[in-house]
Nanobody, 120 residues
Framework: QVQLVESGGGLVQPGGSLRLSCKAS????????MGWYRQAPEKQRDLVAV???????NYADSVSGRFIITRSNDRRTVYLQMNSLKPEDTAVYYCKANLYSGYGTVRDYWGQGTQVTVSS
């Protein structure tokens, strides 16, 4: 069974930095993409950044130039380095992986979410 476990959230002052991690475990045959989404209170869940198996990255306009997505050599962990954080970055951050576990078809898996709060 595939699991995604996030870590690294917390409280930070405006202008500060945080690094989120998401590790995928379980039976995984191939990973098409891993990325980060966020959801603020009473808002929809939006894409923050995604990294594909072909090493392509895509960032939301609101974080481009401030956030960087990378992954581990074994491709099972994805990181989100968040710099120059703003209060509007406050949200629950979710990790998502699109992968094939060997059962059924390719599908999306989600982590449980980690809270990021930017406040003075």
């Amino acid at each position: 069974q595939v699991q995604l476990v996030e870590s690294g959230g917390g409280l930070v002052q405006p202008g500060g930095s945080l690094r989120l991690s998401c590790k995928a475990s379980g039976t995984i045959i191939s990973i098409n993409s891993m990325g980060w989404y966020r959801q603020a209170p009473e808002k929809q869940r939006d894409l923050v950044a995604v990294l594909t198996s072909g090493d392509r990255t895509n960032y939301a306009d609101s974080v481009s130039g401030r956030f960087i997505i990378t992954r581990s050599n074994d491709r099972r962990t994805v990181y989100l380095q968040m710099n120059s954080l703003k209060p509007e970055d406050t949200a629950v951050y979710y990790c998502k992986a699109n992968l094939y576990s060997g059962y059924g078809t390719v599908r999306d898996y989600w982590g449980q979410g980690t809270q990021v709060t930017v406040s003075s």
